[in-house]
């Protein structure tokens, strides 16, 4: 067998003499950081970015302070292991709730992005609210883009040490606040406001609160973009949700180009240009610094300031609006009208996606309807597995946990079954009460005629039944051990 081999050519570079060293060049191997100054635009889609920014923080900064009759409605008690959620109470048996609603909001989250791509990102995303918010204090106190590049690039004088300093107390305002919130959701935050007045907060109560104000802080006020374009991981999975039918911001480049400066008087179209008249505001608006023209990039969060931004220029030009626009990209290619966007949402994928989630959020429903506010646990007594009573009966002992997740005292009546004869004895009477959103821990002594059980295990059942609502019924599988 004949070998082939493949001569490679070395170049041979001679060696410097000592007295002319040679000279090394530095090669960067990141890009560096530059400052994004996102200029203030108005329009449609921004009115629809702060109507969803008021929407979400009135629900997380409302939500902690109101009730459901005596309690916080929605708190997540991890002391005593209790999810208190409207009208529900969840313990931790009820983690498979926990699961489903990762899943619902997963499958919902793949079928808004196949229809509408980053629309999450760029209207609900809280990245992207603290961002608007920040940048909202940034403008209001520094002045908008080009008053905020003066004064980062002017000299350090009362002026600009006042300013900045009254910007970051302010943004320090709005994450504490945000922490104490957040904080608020697992410790009732009433309770957890008279704390911080009376500055006696727990350890972990003020870790959490100022780790999630400084994460709110840094994240918002000095990462922005970059923990968009650098930590999100769904920025980079994205692109497995889309297909081109899916909606996009995109810049008509038919239409737009080639792009050139003129005068609105100008007869552009006899010169050859389109309609993009190369003002770069698209580019200035941007809270992630890209150029959309450049087309569709990972980076993009579809919020649409730029579609306002060039809509206001093509106003002023006397132009049709749209130049850049939500579309999609076999639209974009002439595949079918823009006006059938609409006929082309129901795809597989979509389908999909849909059907699971509607699986999800059915089997959530339909559990939370016949979910009962009983739950039962059984520990069997290891101390004495099996004896024998005086009456030369066989028993054994256990110790049932009975939790009532219902806002109302219960009496409860428990019985066994499964074997013939059984016999419950309870320490605590026939009647075992409940308090409303309470537990009791009972002992149990179940006892049979010896004659009715044979040595080993053998299966049987407690019934665990309300006196004063019959529908109220659990029943739990434990087992019985013969002598």
């Known amino acids: ?102 899943l619902a909001s997963a499958f919902g989250l793949f079928v808004w992005t196949s229809i509408g791509g980053r629309l999450w990102c760029g209207y609900s995303c809280p990245q992207t609210v603290y961002t608007e918010i920040f940048l ?13 590049i003066k004064l980062d690039n002017g000299p350090m004088n009362l002026r600009r040490l006042r300013l900045k300093y009254t910007k970051h107390a302010i943004w320090i305002v709005i994450a504490l606040w945000t922490g104490f919130t957040f904080v608020g959701y697992f410790t009732p935050i009433r309770e957890l406001a008279g704390k911080v007045l009376m500055l006696s907060t727990g350890p972990w109560e003020t870790f959490w609160i100022l780790f999630y104000g400084f994460a709110t802080y840094g994240n918002a006020g000095w ?26 911001i995109s810049y008509d480049a038919e239409r737009g180009e080639p792009r050139g400066s003129r005068k609105k008087t100008d007869d552009y179209k006899a010169e050859g ?8 505001l698209c580019v200035q608006v941007c809270p992630v610094g890209i150029d959309i023209r450049d087309g569709l990039q990972y980076e993009c969060i579809a919020c649409g300031a730029c579609i306002d931004a060039c809509d206001s220029i093509m106003d002023k030009m006397g132009y049709p609006r749209g130049l850049v626009r ?20 129901l795809r597989p994928r979509v389908i999909i996606y849909s059907v699971a989630l509607f699986l999800v959020l059915a089997a959530v429903a339909v559990s939370l309807v016949l979910k009962s506010p009983i739950k039962v646990n059984i520990l069997r007594d290891r101390n004495a597995l099996v004896r ?6 066989v028993e054994n002992s256990y110790r049932l946990q009975i939790e009532n997740t219902d806002e109302k005292l ?30 009791a821990v009972v002992g149990i002594r179940v006892q049979v005629e010896p004659q009715l059980v044979t040595r080993g295990s053998k299966k049987i059942y407690f019934v665990v039944q309300a006196a004063d ?7 739990e599988k434990s087992s019985f051990i013969g002598q």
Request: hydrophobic share 40%; glycine share 6%; net charge neutral.
């Open 136 to 148: 909202w204090v940034e403008k209001w106190v520094e002045g908008d883009r080009l008053a905020r």
């Open 469 to 475: 609502d019959l529908t109220l019924k659990v029943r």
């Open 273 to 280: 240009k389109g309609d993009c008249i190369d003002c770069k």
């Open 388 to 393: 024998e009573t005086d009456e030369g009966l």
């Open 1 to 102: 067998m004949s070998k082939t081999f493949k001569t490679i050519p070395i170049k041979v570079v001679p060696a410097t003499p000592a007295d002319n060293p040679v000279e090394l060049e530095e090669v960067v191997l990141y890009e560096k950081h530059k400052k994004v100054y996102p200029r203030w635009v108005t329009g449609r889609f921004t009115q629809w970015r702060w109507f969803w920014l008021v929407a979400t923080q009135l629900f997380f900064y409302g939500m902690p302070w109101l009730h459901w009759g005596d309690r916080q409605m929605l708190l997540f008690d991890l002391v005593h292991r209790k999810f208190y959620i409207f009208g529900f109470i969840f313990l931790p048996q009820d983690l498979i709730y926990l699961t489903a609603l990762l």
């Open 223 to 248: 990462m922005r973009e970059q923990v968009c374009k650098y930590m999100c991981p769904y920025a980079r999975f994205q692109s497995a949700m889309f297909d081109p039918d899916t909606l996009i």
């Open 326 to 345: 939500y579309t999609t990209e076999n639209a974009l290619a002439h595949k079918y009208p823009e006006k059938e966007i609409a006929n082309h949402i």
């Open 410 to 439: 219960h009496r409860f009546v428990i019985r066994a079954e499964g074997l013939p004869d059984l016999k419950v004895l309870s320490d605590q009477g026939d009647i075992v009460e409940v308090p409303g959103n309470g537990s």
